[in-house]
């Protein structure tokens, strides 16, 4: 495996678009405050970001699902971390890396609304829409990419690439 020797997506990009995001999401939800809710590991720097430019009240907080092996999604999502903010009547945005099979966002997306949230909604920084099995869509998107396995900006393949401050297509060699 080598990595794509120019970015996919390079900081620059990334930095306008998140600042993009935060604008049009302080925007939509006007005076309201918002809980964070980031989806671990991958998401750590978007929402780190994310939140730093947003111009509404918000909290962070913290979900694990895993949905993944390697390169291979398998189908099932387990929780092995729950956010310990009291959900009910709050606006949640959740912060996911990207939206691949969309199983991941399903599942926090049904164990979120069940808590009774005002309201619930999805960020993904990328989002490959042909690799979709759900029915789940974003409410907000950084980059649409095709069907690609990428790294770096806190997107991992075995844990490796995260601290990369731009997206890179993995190749297989
Ligand atoms: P889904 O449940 O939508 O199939 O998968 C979502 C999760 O799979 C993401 O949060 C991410 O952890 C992982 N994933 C899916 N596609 C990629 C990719 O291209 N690169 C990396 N690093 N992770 C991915
Ligand atoms: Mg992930």
Do not use: W
């Not at 970015?7 to 006007?30: K, M, T």
């Not at 949640?92 to 808590?115: C, F, P, S, Y």
Request: aromatic residues 8%; charged residues 20%; negative net charge.
């Amino acid at each position: 495996m080598r990595l794509s020797d120019t970015p996919l997506i390079d900081a620059v990009r990334i930095a306008a678009r998140v600042r993009q995001l935060a604008n049009e999401i302080s925007a939509d939800y006007a005076q309201s405050e918002i809980v964070l809710l980031t989806v671990l590991k991958g998401s750590f720097l978007f929402a780190a970001d994310l939140l730093r430019a947003l111009s509404i009240g918000a909290t962070i907080d913290f979900v694990q699902a895993r949905s993944y092996d390697g390169t291979n999604s398998t189908g099932e999502v387990h929780f092995l971390y729950l956010p310990e903010t009291a959900i009910a009547g709050k606006h949640v945005l959740i912060v996911e890396d990207i939206l691949d099979t969309g199983r991941t966002a399903a599942a926090i997306l049904e164990h979120i609304a069940a808590l009774g949230p005002a309201s619930v909604r999805l960020c993904a920084l990328l989002d490959k829409p042909a690799r979709r099995v759900t029915a789940v869509s974003a409410d907000y998107v950084g980059f649409p990419i095709g069907d690609e396995f990428v790294v770096g900006y806190g997107l991992d393949y075995e844990e490796r690439y995260r601290e990369l401050p731009a997206v890179y297509t993995l190749l297989s060699e």
